[in-house]
Structure formats: structure tokens, C-alpha cells
T-cell receptor, first 116, second 111 residues
Framework: DTGVSQDPRHKITKRGQNVTFRCDPI?????LYWYRQTLGQGPEFLTY????????KSRLLSDRFSAERPKGSFSTLEIQRTEQGDSAMYLC??????????????FGDGTRLSIL | GEDVEQSLFLSVREGDSSVINCTYT??????LYWYKQEPGAGLQLLTY?????DMKQDQRLTVLLNKKDKHLSLRIADTQTGDSAIYFC???????????FGAGTRLAVHP
């Protein structure tokens, strides 16, 4: 069990550029979540996958944001035309939930995005 | 929607006990969680409690749950400098168990 892995750890980009983050969940975890955390706040839910299906999106996820989990394993989160307000830590979490199991979410170390 | 409230700061002396409190609004949650975040890092799952329990002890950590008052607390015994961090209470909300977090309690441990 290598834990949830996120890449890159830090991303600095100019306003208007596109960025993509990757998350590798704990193997065999069927659920994958993306959260965003701004300074001094707790994480806020963005979106959620059950295997490859994206089942819920927060109102925080504007049209500039898109997330995929094409084979039900790793996931990517893309932000197009970045804005200053996108500066935050983007956290990925995974868990396994089945008929008789409801495991807690385990988080990666996050990707810190800074928009210049 | 779900709301989770925590006090923002707690300062304790090394060796004393720390108690971090949390209140929430959604009474349908099955599990309630405590996470720890150190500077520049992600969230580390510390412990969790099932909603039909009043108390759970895990080494130096004790979780107390008062369902009637929707109050959750985390007690850390013999607090060490390595316990300095931000502690988040998290409550699942909705059918897919998305977590709703408090703003976090910053614990400072001094000699």
C-alpha cells in the first residue's frame, strides 16, 4: 500500500494557462474524490468518481474545470484558462466502499497551484 | 446543507492534554472523522468513530461523540511538540460520502 500519490506537488503558472494534475489512488480503491483547500480553510468537495463514472460535481466546479478517471484507476483534474482565484491546494482522496465495507478516505499530499 | 464548526486555535503545554471540539448539523452521518494536517502536507487520517458509539480510544487519542448535541471531541493525552498541526473534523454528507470539513483547529504545543 503506497498511499495516494499526486503529481506535481507544486505548479506555478501564469493566468490564462491550462494546468493538469494527476492522482493515483490506493490500488483497488473504487472511489476517488477531488477537494480544494484555500489558505486557512478546510478542504471543500469538488467532484467524485465511483470507478470510472463521475457521479457528483460541486457548484464550485465551473465549466473551466474537468476531471476524468478513464480506466477507473488514476484521475486527472484539468483547469483551463486559469484565474487568480484558482490558487489553492488541490487534494485527492480515495476509499473502498462495498456492500459490507465503508472505508475512510485517505488523502494524498496535494498539488499546490499558484497563479501569477 | 451540512455545517461543521471548530474553534480556530488551541495552545497547550507539552505533556498536558489537548481537547479539540467540533459541532455539526447533519445527524444522519454514520461515521465521523478526525484528520491531521502538517504544514505543506495533505491530510492524515487520525481516527474515526461510528455514530452508534459514544467513545473510542486509540492509544493517546480519545474521541467522544454526543449525538444528541451533535458534538464531537478529540482528546490527545500527553501532548508532544510533534502534535503541533491543524486538526480537522470531517462529517460525510450525501449519498456518496463526500466529506464536509470544519475550518480546522491549529494546535500549538509549547515547552
Amino acid at each position: 500500500d503506497t498511499g495516494v500519490s499526486q503529481d506535481p506537488r507544486h505548479k506555478i503558472t501564469k493566468r490564462g494557462q491550462n494546468v493538469t494534475f494527476r492522482c493515483d489512488p490506493i490500488s483497488e480503491h473504487n472511489r476517488l474524490y477531488w477537494y480544494r483547500q484555500t489558505l486557512g480553510q478546510g478542504p471543500e468537495f469538488l467532484t467524485y468518481f465511483q470507478n470510472e463514472a463521475q457521479l457528483e460535481k460541486s457548484r464550485l466546479l465551473s465549466d473551466r474545470f474537468s476531471a476524468e478517471r478513464p480506466k477507473g484507476s488514476f484521475s486527472t483534474l484539468e483547469i483551463q484558462r486559469t484565474e487568480q482565484g484558482d490558487s489553492a491546494m488541490y487534494l485527492c482522496a480515495s476509499s473502498f466502499v462495498g456492500s459490507y465495507s465503508n472505508q475512510p478516505q485517505h488523502f494524498g499530499d496535494g498539488t499546490r497551484l499558484s497563479i501569477l | 446543507g451540512e455545517d461543521v464548526e471548530q474553534s480556530l486555535f488551541l495552545s497547550v503545554r507539552e505533556g498536558d492534554s489537548s481537547v479539540i471540539n467540533c459541532t455539526y448539523t447533519d445527524s444522519s452521518s454514520t461515521y465521523l472523522y478526525w484528520y491531521k494536517q502538517e504544514p505543506g502536507a495533505g491530510l492524515q487520517l487520525l481516527t474515526y468513530i461510528f455514530s452508534n458509539m459514544d467513545m473510542k480510544q486509540d492509544q493517546r487519542l480519545t474521541v467522544l461523540l454526543n449525538k444528541k448535541d451533535k458534538h464531537l471531541s478529540l482528546r490527545i493525552a500527553d501532548t508532544q511538540t510533534g502534535d503541533s498541526a491543524i486538526y480537522f473534523c470531517a462529517v460525510p454528507h450525501g449519498g456518496y460520502n463526500k466529506l464536509i470539513f470544519g475550518a480546522g483547529t491549529r494546535l500549538a504545543v509549547h515547552p
